[in-house]
């Protein structure tokens, strides 16, 4: 028997100690990474899950009207009870067999692909768990560093830690692609077969669970082919884990599919409307972009579906489909300012261009309410008479404008403002404009809402400066709502993912002019449609006055380039533009009727299921029959006669005679008599 020396044993301790010290060097580290690894772990505590959602757009009937598609992308979200079992068996089968086994690695999965890199000499196999793909699906730019690899670590194991298998399964299903901008088993489900994803069979279901794979790839509208072999993987997984038998595998696989290729949810409407509440959300709301985008926001519109629909349909039977005409047009609701209907042009998919917000065109006699507003606050009168004749304007020696009307018609006589408006003669505006003084046009019309740029000269009367429809239309409604403006809204309130109210608009508020004033402007704008204020021409609403059959006022309006109409019961003001988008003048013929019949039939059909409104007559104004053509209260020897109303004080009180001396003068307020210096030498000279 040999030995142990005292030596020996010396020697064999240094060899254990030597190797003992070498593992304690190597394994140290390990061990202590791994210690600040739990401790990164604990201290930052579970990651948030918030995973992207498109954005839900719902109209005033809180029905769906739209969806936020970010790039292109639909994302929904549901609960794993909402998925049907065979999908998350079939995705659990292919995607990651010891799901409900492993902690976020699979470590015997990942050995198995290494050696499988290493004997085909390039990466040919993946090992990522589903808690490593939706951590990178999560919170990770698709890049390939270290960097990213270590934080999709530490979030996996975040997650792990954080939150049972059943949570991670159901985020992992619902933040995954499955291809044509589809994200999540929701969005999915509803592309490819047209129904929700708790509806989903095992053929229907091992189809889908193959796309993520390689969504360009196997896609069955791609490839069937493809797809086809791709869900042969799956079924046999499925099989192989005991998820379904060879007899439900092979029956799956024969069964037919019909692929829809179009998601089962309500059609996009009002794509411009859409996109104006979008940009109100990104910058007048205080929004993050990228919340907006992926935020799953629910966001409440005042838009009115039905009317959306009438809008839209109107635009495109009024217009004929050979034209290259373009529409912008607003309806909303003068009490509260909620825009109800919006079209920014023919064909959201060839322009996305919003004519009705973005657009600045000039509104041409659509802008002579305003004017006749400060007039009438200025001591003018329905019945204040102006000559209607050519006539030159002269600013200092080498200026000077001459106005023409439609047609180059003027009465070549006096005539009253009530006709004015109605027949939209242009010399009796200019006129007004340069008694009363071109600022007090600017102040009144920017005190109604008008925020384009305005110049204090003589033409603004007849509408030279660019404005948009949506401005247009909103101011409108002070004449509808009494006086009051109400600015346009159109958003309610907005509700984020949680349930949780991020913001809520009231109604705002804010009195422009006197009602009385309201109310003898809605009159005088009446007439538009009312054939008794006829003169050297015919009314300007007269081609669709048929079509209005209960108190309505408005203004039409044209340019060589421009048509528009603004008008309004007491529950709706709508304005319309037509026009061409670059520069092309308007055909005198076969371009300027579109506004007039779209606006006209849309509001017949719109107001049709509602009840009659009439507008109130306040205290302060007082209603009397007058001749149309002298504005004096209306006798045996002038019987034609229209009810018109006035501020009280300001009607007429002499009987028309049938005779010259009718208008021998024009009848006046006190107030105008008043000194205005320059003004009122030019209102001597274009009067005597």
């Known amino acids: 028997m040999e030995v142990i020396t005292a030596g020996r044993l010396l020697r064999t301790w240094k060899v254990v100690w030597l190797y003992l010290r070498t593992f304690l060097i190597f394994s140290l580290p390990v061990l202590l990474v791994g210690l600040i690894f739990v401790v990164v772990i604990h201290v930052m505590g579970p990651p948030p899950l918030k995973v992207p959602q498109t954005t839900i757009f719902y109209g005033a009937d809180e029905s769906i009207i739209g969806e936020h598609e970010p790039l292109g992308q639909n994302r929904f979200w549901v609960k794993l009870e909402d998925i049907s ?100 088993i929701e969005a999915a489900s509803q592309f490819y077969y047209g129904k929700p994803a708790k509806k989903l069979n095992l053929a229907e279901a091992s189809m889908l669970a193959g796309i993520p794979k390689g969504p360009s790839y196997y896609s069955p509208i791609v490839s069937m082919d493809h797809a086809k072999k791709r869900q042969k993987i799956v079924l046999d997984a499925m099989v192989a884990t005991g998820a379904a038998s060879a007899t439900e595998a092979a029956e799956a696989y024969n069964a037919p599919l019909k692929i829809v290729g179009k998601a089962n949810l309500p059609a996009g409407r009002a794509s411009y409307f859409q996109d104006e509440v979008e940009y109100l959300l990104k910058n007048k709301l205080g929004l993050d972009a990228e919340e907006v985008k992926l935020g799953g926001y629910h966001v409440y519109t005042t838009l009115d579906p039905e009317l959306q629909e009438k809008a839209e349909h109107w635009v495109e039977k009024s217009i004929p489909k050979t034209s290259s005409i373009q529409v912008g047009m607003v309806a909303l609701d003068p009490r509260t300012g909620d825009v109800k209907a919006m079209v920014g042009g023919r064909d959201y998919q060839e322009s996305a261009y919003n004519r009705a917000t973005q657009a600045r065109r000039a509104p041409g006699s659509t802008f002579k309410p305003f004017l006749y507003t400060a007039a009438l606050e200025n001591g003018f009168t329905p019945s204040t008479l102006l000559m209607s004749e050519p006539t030159t304007f002269f600013e200092g020696e080498e200026n000077q404008y001459t106005p023409e009307n439609f047609g180059h018609h003027y009465a070549n006589d006096e005539i009253t403002l009530a006709q004015a408006i109605a027949v939209s003669d242009n010399v009796y505006a200019v006129k007004t404009n340069i008694f009363i003084g071109p600022e007090q046009l600017v102040k009144t019309a920017k005190d109604f809402g008008i925020k384009s740029d305005l110049s204090a000269i003589p033409s603004l009367a007849l509408g030279t400066k660019p404005v948009g429809v949506l401005e247009m239309t909103s101011a409108y409604s002070v004449f509808a709502n009494n006086g009051v403006k109400s600015e346009p809204r159109f958003i309610t309130k907005v509700v984020d993912y949680k349930g949780d109210i991020v913001y809520e608009q009231e109604v705002k508020k804010k009195r422009v002019i006197d009602q009385e004033y309201a109310y003898v402007m809605t009159d005088l704008m009446k007439g538009v449609f009312d054939e008794r204020l006829n003169d050297y021409t015919r009314v300007t609403g007269a081609s669709i006055n048929s079509l209005i059959d209960r108190p309505t006022a408005g203004k039409t309006g044209s340019t060589n ?39 006209g039939h849309f509001m017949k059909d719109t107001m049709a299921d509602r009840p009659v409104a009439q507008f109130t007559q306040p205290e302060g104004v007082v209603g009397v029959n007058v001749n149309p053509e002298t504005g004096l209260l209306a006798s045996d020897s002038c019987p034609e006669k229209r009810l018109s109303f006035y501020i009280e004080g300001t009607q007429p009180t002499k009987h028309c005679k049938g005779d010259a001396s009718d208008k021998e003068k024009a009848p006046v307020s006190p107030k105008q008599t008043e000194e205005k210096g320059f003004f009122k030498r030019i209102w001597n000279w274009m009067t005597g």
Do not use: C
């Open 561 to 599: 380039y421009d048509n528009w109409i603004i008008g309004y019961t007491p529950q709706l003001v709508t304005g319309v533009w037509t026009g061409y988008d670059k520069g092309k003048s308007l055909h005198p013929f076969n371009d300027v009727l579109y506004s007039k019949n779209i606006w």
């Open 85 to 184: 079992p065979y999908m998350t068996k079939a995705t659990v089968a292919v995607e990651d067999r010891r799901f409900y086994n492993h902690h976020g690695f699979d470590l015997k999965r990942i050995g198995a692909a290494l050696l499988a890199d290493i004997r085909a000499g390039s990466k040919v196999q993946g090992a990522s768990t589903i808690t490593q793909q939706y951590s990178r699906n999560l919170f990770l730019a698709p890049d390939k560093t270290w960097e990213r690899k270590l934080k999709e670590a530490i979030y996996a194991a975040r997650i792990e830690a954080n939150y049972t298998k059943d949570e991670i399964l159901q985020g992992y299903l619902n933040t995954i692609y499955y291809g044509h901008g589809h994200y999540g």
